[in-house]
T-cell receptor
Framework: GENVEQHPSTLSVQEGDSAVIKCTYS??????FPWYKQELGKGPQLIID?????GEKKDQRIAVTLNKTAKHFSLHITETQPEDSAVYFC??????????FGAGTTVTVRA | KAGVTQTPRYLIKTRGQQVTLSCSPI?????VSWYQQTPGQGLQFLFE???????NKGNFPGRFSGRQFSNSRSEMNVSTLELGDSALYLC??????????????FGAGSRLTVL
């Protein structure tokens, strides 16, 4: 089955700096790569996703890049704010429903 | 528009008991997926239902089962509970659109503690 590795497991950044989280996947047939943000006591919330026919996607301060050849994708958060503090999960899938998740990255934004 | 609603939010059971968790998807969403979240194993896919039929299944023992009703609401059941079943059980719904265009929206989860 699909195996998704996510790094780093924890990330502490100064407010205003950028944060980068990287994921690799094993199944070359995977074609859907969402990123979720989970705050304490809540379920994961989709923040951005990318399909395999696109190399990069941006939404305000958040961007995701995908390298299909190397089988890795990354989340970039610019101008970080305290409300960006949360656990972030990457995932990969061959269909829209059965997601294989990374282990998560706990992001702390220091004021 | 109401989000994905899961009940109960918290529950405590003892080993050997069984438990039923409920999920009401976003209005109009016809696909419901279930995931188990634990500190050790992370988020793992349990199963996915569409039109009252299980379409996808993860690698969990037969003690874990689910069903979907005609109104798209879904339940999952865990029988003969074990300590390792303690977890946050997450339900996600999706609008059944064209393949490659569906996005999962998660509920807040049901936190199960097995004593």
């Amino acid at each position: 089955g699909e195996n998704v590795e996510q790094h780093p497991s924890t990330l502490s950044v100064q407010e205003g700096d950028s944060a980068v989280i990287k994921c690799t996947y094993s199944d070359s047939a995977s074609n859907y790569f969402p990123w979720y943000k989970q705050e304490l006591g809540k379920g994961p919330q989709l923040i951005i996703d990318i399909r395999s026919n696109v190399g990069e996607k941006k939404d305000q301060r958040i961007a995701v890049t995908l390298n299909k050849t190397a089988k890795h994708f990354s989340l970039h958060i610019t101008e970080t704010q305290p409300e960006d503090s949360a656990v972030y999960f990457c995932a990969a899938s061959k269909n829209d429903y059965k997601l294989s998740f990374g282990a998560g990255t706990t992001v702390t934004v220091r004021a | 528009k109401a989000g994905v609603t899961q009940t109960p939010r918290y529950l405590i059971k003892t080993r050997g008991q069984q438990v039923t968790l409920s999920c009401s998807p976003i209005s109009g969403h016809r696909s419901v997926s279930w995931y188990q979240q634990t500190p050790g194993q992370g988020l793992q896919f349990l199963f996915e239902y569409f039109s009252e039929t299980q379409r996808n299944k993860g690698n969990f023992p037969g003690r874990f089962s689910g069903r979907q009703f005609s109104n798209s609401r879904s339940e999952m059941n865990v029988s003969t509970l074990e300590l390792g079943d303690s977890a946050l059980y997450l339900c996600a719904s999706s609008l059944e659109g064209a393949p490659g265009a569906n996005v999962l929206t998660f509920g807040a989860g049901s936190r199960l503690t097995v004593l």
